[in-house]
């Protein structure tokens, strides 16, 4: 069977995926399968690369310039090529699409509805998951319905803050204490995201969101370690030991996750048995109510009371050599290569139950 491998894309996500799509490419079993990598670039052209039957030897392999012909570069000097196709040319029998496409049109839903029209199997959560968990305001409306603790946040959008700037900062300091994390509603990775002290950081802060989403959530920031739990599966959901992010400094953002890589991970969590058990009753509970599929890594804050807070639910998590979620799954026992096989499988699965839906009911 072909794999078919998206990654790259038009979010400030796009040279992390690269890295996880480089990483999943080391996992795959080659014996079994092929890799199709399909490589969308930043302005948004399909660059088909040649077929793969061995892991590629670098990162820098994976970013295709386009060309008459699809080749692989021999060296870091030179260029990979790739083809430039149609998105709908991907759609052949016996394929099994691994989306590896981080924020906007990867992980929230858009990409997920052209597989769907495409009637392809993929990787990970469906339309309504992927848009559910991708969208900070609407999964928080979810959690807070099945009454998960949140910390406060205020959520607005361009037009209110164009109208009504003074009055949302008025509203911000009325019901949150600095300091604060402004936040683009549609982004992860920390893009765009921002600690503020102060009433002129807080509107420096939103403008700055604003360059990657229209809609703004600005939380209330509370001194607490921050844990994560991975989740695997369709309706029959596992979860994994919980990690903890031992942080040098405050706040966690795009270049100390991915540039300086200057955070650890503590797996499993140093934390007491009952609080590891809320968290992964907590993290099911999320992955179930955005209707979760495939994989989810759910994010916590725990204080030093030991209370949790949901943080987000990240239905597309990162595959990079430092990111939590293999690693969970690593330390419960369960491989990296095995985990992407079980991925595989679980998209099998799920595009299965889709057809038999489809299937006319006899009266």
Known sequence: MKIILLYGGQ?????????????ICQLIMYGYYQVQPIYL???????????????????KQLTLEEGQEASWANSDDEVSYGVAI????????????????????????????????????????????????????????????????????????????????????????????YPLFVKPANMG????????????ELKAAVNLAFKYDRRIVVEQG????????????????????????VKQQDFYDYNEKYINNTVTMEIPADLPESVTARIQEYALKAYRVIDGRGLSRVDFFVTSNNDVYINEINTLPGFTPFSMYPLLWQETGLSQRDLIEELLQLALRSHETKQMLKQPLNH
Request: proline share 6%; glycine share 10%.
């Open 86 to 177: 149609n998105p709908g040319e991907i759609q052949e029998p016996d394929v099994i699409v691994f989306p590896v496409l981080h924020g906007p049109n990867g992980e929230d839903g858009t990409i997920q509805g052209f597989l769907e029209v495409l009637n392809l199997p993929y990787v990970g959560a469906g339309v309504t998951a992927s848009a559910n968990g991708m969208d900070k305001i609407i999964s928080k409306s979810l959690f807070d319905q099945i009454g998960l603790p949140q910390v406060p946040y205020v959520a607005f959008n361009a037009l209110d803050w164009r109208t009504n700037e003074d009055e949302i900062v008025q509203r911000c300091e009325g019901s949150l204490i």
């Open 11 to 23: 979010s400030a996500e796009h040279e992390v995926s690269i890295i996880s799509a480089h990483t």
């Open 222 to 245: 509370i001194i607490a370690q921050e844990c994560e739990v991975a989740v695997l599966g369709n309706d029959d959901a596992h979860v994994s030991v919980v990690g903890r992010l």
């Open 189 to 200: 990775s920390s893009v765009g995201i921002s600690r503020v002290e102060n009433a002129d």
């Open 41 to 59: 670039t930043k302005d948004g052209r399909w660059l088909k690369g040649p077929l793969l039957e061995q892991p590629p030897t670098s990162v």
